[in-house]
């Protein structure tokens, strides 16, 4: 069983449960070196490709963390940057020359994308066994049934978090703030295969203050900075910041909601790495799958 570790920065801090994203991305990590070092000795070098299109200096950022993440595992980073201008179908061109190239694992189209791509049709794009970002609506309904090889790296790194600090799903009330297809909706599935009973909200909902009440862990996937409010946590909640906002500001007040909550993700440090470490984790996977495969 895994210690959890508490962090004590300040004495609001000293009774409470902070995740650190870092450890656990430490750890999936290390689980990789020795798999990454048998594949490189049977002559497969792990293979990520990462598109950008466009100048977006966010985009760019991440871009950028996900390349140094591989370089320090082993793995290698294909980095492909497109212009502006780019059109749906030169991105889609490009997706597919990657999925018949038989060096590269797995395929990540940073999102967003300008607004001329079909974003949509330019995921669908990437074959199945390439999606590890899982992007796709294959990936996604394979999810829903708990099929998926790849589930989207962020859902998967908010469960691999609560099971590293073993944190209780089953039988939880879990509230989540967003739905979007790639964090909100993949994310509550994930919960609700694991026997939590799941409240989606969105922009639409009513009374959404006293529906987060109501949460025992609370998922913040809206995209808006400091947009959770402490008074809205029930006491001993267990809070999942997934937003990522300018000036390193989560979706979370992190302050005020730290009062409230038993445990909680800090941004940066929480979230953030366990994804990178999830999406190496999946090429990784994926390397492993096309060596079998073509024995």
Not at 129 to 155: I, M, R
Not at 226 to 237: L, P, T, V
Request: hydrophobic share 45%; glycine share 8%; proline share 4%.
């Amino acid at each position: 069983m895994k210690m959890a570790y508490l962090k004590g920065i300040n004495s609001m801090e000293t009774n409470k449960l902070i995740l650190d994203g870092n450890i656990v991305a430490s750890s999936i990590k290390a689980d990789l070196v020795p798999r990454i070092a048998k594949l490189i000795g049977r002559g497969i070098t792990p293979c990520l490709a990462t598109i950008l299109v466009g100048n977006d200096p966010a985009s760019a950022t991440y871009v950028r963390m996900k390349v140094n993440a591989c370089k320090k595992l082993g793995i290698e980073s294909r980095r492909i940057v497109l212009a502006e201008d780019t059109t749906t179908e030169q991105l889609i061109q490009t997706i597919q020359q990657l999925n018949e190239d038989i060096t590269v694992h797995g395929i990540l189209l940073q999102h967003p994308v300008p607004e001329q791509i079909d974003e949509r049709a330019a995921f669908e794009a990437i074959q199945l066994h390439k999606d590890v970002d899982g992007v796709t609506t294959l990936g996604f309904a394979q999810n829903a049934f708990s099929l998926a090889a790849f589930p989207s790296c962020t859902p998967a790194a908010i469960i691999a978090i609560l099971d590293f600090y073993n944190i209780q799903i089953e039988g939880k009330h879990a509230v989540i703030i967003g739905r979007s297809p790639i964090l909100g909706k993949p994310v509550s599935l994930m919960l609700l295969n694991r026997n939590a009973t799941v409240t989606i909200c969105h922009s639409k909902t009513q009374n959404l203050e006293e529906i987060v009440k109501l949460g025992n862990i609370v998922v913040a996937a809206v995209g808006k900075p400091k947009f959770i409010k402490g008074s809205w946590i029930k006491a001993g909640a267990i809070v999942m910041d997934a937003g990522y906002n300018e000036g390193n500001i989560g979706d979370v007040d992190y302050e005020a909601c730290l009062i409230k909550a038993s445990a909680i993700t800090p941004v940066p440090a929480g979230v953030g790495p366990v994804t990178i470490a999830t999406l190496l984790k999946h090429t990784v996977d994926s390397a492993e799958n096309s060596f079998f495969s073509i024995l």
